[in-house]
Structures are given as structure tokens and as C-alpha cells.
């Protein structure tokens, strides 16, 4: 066997060669926008994180630098796969450089000699170093110069720790007691310092399982105080409002639970969790529901209004909506704490006498066991029978009818029979049995029984 011509496999070599000098030429002149644009979006990327104060060294970002630089490579592949060249494009393109006039064409295609190679082997493409190197170096030098670029103190434009909101809501509502003269200075800077022991802890654990239920808890505390404060805020001004409007209207039991619970709801407030204002308790201290006639009716109603929106405030910041309301319905709520306590509609002039809704000091509980002389007939001896026409929604379990009823039984006596004998050709089934069967089914059954 014939060897082949060394000049044919040295030109296919040629060929070959400049087929991936051209499309790595190609994939680079894609490759080199795509790796500018990343360089200058991980320099401002790399700068935001270091002014914002994370930690961005070389060690983090490699893997990133890696697996973007790959990605890179993918893309550019797939844009230009489509200029790229095979080994036989390529002979064109030497047979072009060299003025061969397609003799390299027409040897590949065994109709003529394979020319001789030149000395100087060039294709005609030469690589500019310049353009090559340029992307390179300055994508390296972006993200090198993001990395070690020293930033002073002044530049970085540290962000304020975001806080749970637990702590700002409670310091709202200890600014809105203090300016409501609702609490003293020394009790507010009390529970600002349970707050500020939460905040004294290192910011990466301020939102820490441990930390968010303890905030919870301060939280949840400070609103039971507060909507305890209210209560008995309200509930003196109601024993006013009662005293003051309705006194002639209601018996002296009900004066003295009045009384009673406008005395208790002032020592709530006296031994509250949250220290009153001294001029409050001071102001409420000097009330005497014995005798109030010794304030002017204006005194009163300037009292009543203050401990309302007092009440009012404490109540919209415990967050326990239709404790107390804006005011509106006021007359309505005592009519009904005065019907629980028996005193019927305030200005009826009559003492309720009914049963009251039970409780502590609300009415005179359960309504007595009496008899009545008259007898109540509610048909419960008379029967009455129950139907329904309507079978769509009936079930398989469902009892249509019952009825009473017995068996029919033949009684007469027909005496013992002779085995095999009958007096007629049968009925129901029998008769179905004889004579159902088409001419077909009695040929079949012939041939199958002979």
C-alpha cells in the first residue's frame, strides 16, 4: 500500500492550525466587552460592600472571580460559534495568503499534486497584544484596586443597625406618658433602662430568639400596665359621671359600692406597676365622692374630661380597642353598669328589681326559683306522625315507612305428593326458563348435548 503525501498531512496541520487561531479570535473579540463590563460592575459592587463595612477580601472573592469568569467564557462561546471556521475554510484562506490559485483546493479534492510548502509559514492573521491584554489587565486591576483600596473612617458610609420594633414602639410610648404628665421622669427613665440593657448587647444578637422574647415580654408587660391605668382611670371618672349627674337618683347601696369602687380603683393607681404623676394622684386624692357638692359643677366636668382622655391614651397605646371608646356613648355604658346594679334606666326613679347579669357588685345575680299556679300545656303527650315526599337527598340507610303488619299463611292442608309430579308447566321463572331460547341457542345446546 502507497503512502500518503507528507505534503498532504502537513498542509491539513496548517490548516487546522489557523482554523483555532481564527476562532480563538473570534470568541476573545466577544469575550472582551463582557469581561470590561464585569470588571467595572465588580469594582463598584466590591467598593458599596466595603464602605457599608463587610469585610471583602481576595479569599471571598476568588471563588466569585472564578465562577464569573466562566461564565463568561460560556457566553462568548455561544456568540461567536457562529464566525467560526472549519480546516477546509481554512486551506481557502492559505491558498488566498500564498497566491496558489486553489491549488490546495483541487489537491483536498485528489485532482491534482499537493504544492510544496512555503519557508516562511504565515497565515496572514497577526495577534494584536494590545487589544488582547487590555480587558485582561483592567479587570484585574479594577477588582485588585476595589480590594485594597484603603477607605477612611469619614468615607464609609455606615448604615444605622435596624432595631427590633419592639424597643422603638415602647420608647414612643414612654415619651407620650411623660408629655401626658401620666407618669413621673424617674419611672420613664426606669423602663427606658430595661430597653437600653437590650440594646447594650451586640448588634448580631438583637434578633436573637433569647432577645426577641425578652423584648416580648417587656413589651407585653408594659401594655398590661398601662391598660390596667386606664381601667381605673375610667372607672373613676364613671363613678363621677354617676355621682355627679345621678345621685338623687339612686338608692345608698348603690352610693356606697360607688363609692366603693372609685376608692379602690384610686389605691390601684396608687400601687400601680407604673408610678402615677404625683399631681394626679395628688389631684384625685382630694376627692371626696361624699362631698362632692364643695366643687363647682365645671370642676367636676374639667376632672372628668382629663381622667377621660387620660384613660383614652392609655387605652389606645395597650392596643385594647372597645375597652373604653372616644367618649362617645358614655351616657349609654352607665345605664348599663346601673341596670347590672339594680338601679334600672338612670332617671326612672325606679329601683330594678330583676335579675342582674351576676358578678361582683353587679346586681342581685340569678333570678329567684318561683312556682306558677298555672299549668303550661306544650302538647307534649299528643303524636304526631312525620313525613317527607322529597327522596333526592335519601341515603341508603335512610327508613322510608314502618308499618305494622303480619304474614299471610296459606292454612290449607294439601296432603304428602308424589315426588317428580307436576300438575301445570310452571310459572315466573320456570316458565322463563323453557321458553326464552332462540332457534340458535337450541341448535347450539343440540349439538353440545347429543
Known sequence: MKDPDPLSAQWLALARRTARKVNLGWWLEKLTPLLIVTGVLAFVLILTLRSRGVDVNAAQAGPWAAGSLAMLIVVSH????????????????????????????????????????????????????????????????????ALWMPLSPEAIATQPPVEPQAWQQMDEWLEKLEEEKLITPEEKDEQAAKIAELRDQPPDKWFSHDSLHASDTLKEQLQRDMAQMAQNLAAIERSLNALQNYADKLSQTSKDQMMKDLDEALKSLQNSALELNPDLLKELAQIDPKNLQSLSKEQLDQMRESLKKSAGECEGMSKNPGFLGDGEGEDDELAEMLRQMGEGEPGSGQEGDGPGEGGISRGPGTAPLTLSEDENNFGTNKNEAVSNSDYSRAQLSTMLSLQDGEHEVDKTYQGPGAAGSTAHQGQGGEQVWRETLTPEEKAVLKRVFK
Not at 99 to 114: D, E, F, T, Y
Not at 120 to 126: A, E, N, Y
Not at 128 to 135: F, G, I, M, V
Request: aromatic share 10%; no cysteine.
Open 78 to 145: 455561544l456568540l461567536a460559534r457562529s464566525r467560526f471556521i472549519t480546516p477546509t475554510q481554512a486551506l481557502v484562506r492559505l491558498e488566498s495568503q500564498w497566491r496558489l490559485h486553489n491549488a490546495l483546493s483541487v489537491a483536498q479534492a485528489g485532482r491534482g499534486p499537493w504544492p510544496e510548502i512555503p519557508a516562511r509559514k504565515t497565515d496572514g492573521w497577526q495577534w494584536s497584544w494590545t487589544r488582547l491584554t487590555a480587558p485582561w489587565l483592567t479587570s484585574a486591576a479594577s477588582i485588585a484596586l
